[in-house]
């Protein structure tokens, strides 16, 4: 009597998850979310970059879970973080490195390289001449940005960097690298504005301030140090 009753009731199943996914769920077919970038869209729905949705899934999605990438997106998290980025002040211009080396000597894979600029006469500024990150060692852990004790380094979330060559564009160099502190406050809106982050950017601050008045004093401006 249960003969094929097993055979049954898994077409059975099949047939319900069909339906839910392509009928039901967030998969449906009959509408297409995302639009896209071709000349010739037959859904007429094409969308602008950086103008596309945003899918996100939860215990409410039925069936399949699909996102149309590029035209969908999954959420990006603020905390999410792909490769570490140079702050500059927007106000001036000023980059918060020092080139104290800190984060090449605690990054776990040794991918950043740091090369410190210096005056006509050879004495060391504190500002990077060069900053190299190899993306493809890089892995990612935050602890260069952890680590700086200027609050220069923080990490990005973006994370569409493929390209067909690895030998150079793959290697970030300082203008690579550099974004602004607007675009920090831009896209980590909860860490700029907490507690550790406002304490932090005020000390940095009055370091700035004070490494500014030194490089601006004359030379009998500057009190000599204790022998």
Known sequence: MTFGLGLIRGHLITLRRFVRTFLVGHGRTWTRRGGGHQKVDLWFGARTSGDEPIIAQDDRTEGLFTVEYPDERLPVFERSRVLPVLIYDADD?????????????????????????????????????????????????????????????????????????????HVFTLQDLLVSSEYYERHHPDAYGSEDEVTERSKVAKKKAQRLAKASATPSEVEPRPV
Not at 94 to 119: D, E, G, L, M, Y
Not at 121 to 129: E, Q, V, Y
Not at 154 to 167: A, P, T, V, W
Request: charged share 20%.
């Open 93 to 169: 211009g000023h980059i918060r490195c020092t080139s104290c080396h800190i984060c090449a000597k605690v990054c776990p894979p040794q991918c950043i390289w740091i090369t410190q600029a210096r005056k006509s006469d050879g004495k060391p500024i504190a500002l990077p001449s060069e900053f190299y990150v190899d993306m493809d060692v890089c892995m990612n852990c935050g602890l260069c940005a952890e680590y700086c004790p200027f609050d220069a380094i923080k990490m990005d979330q973006n994370f569409e960097l493929s390209n067909y060559e690895r030998h150079q564009s």
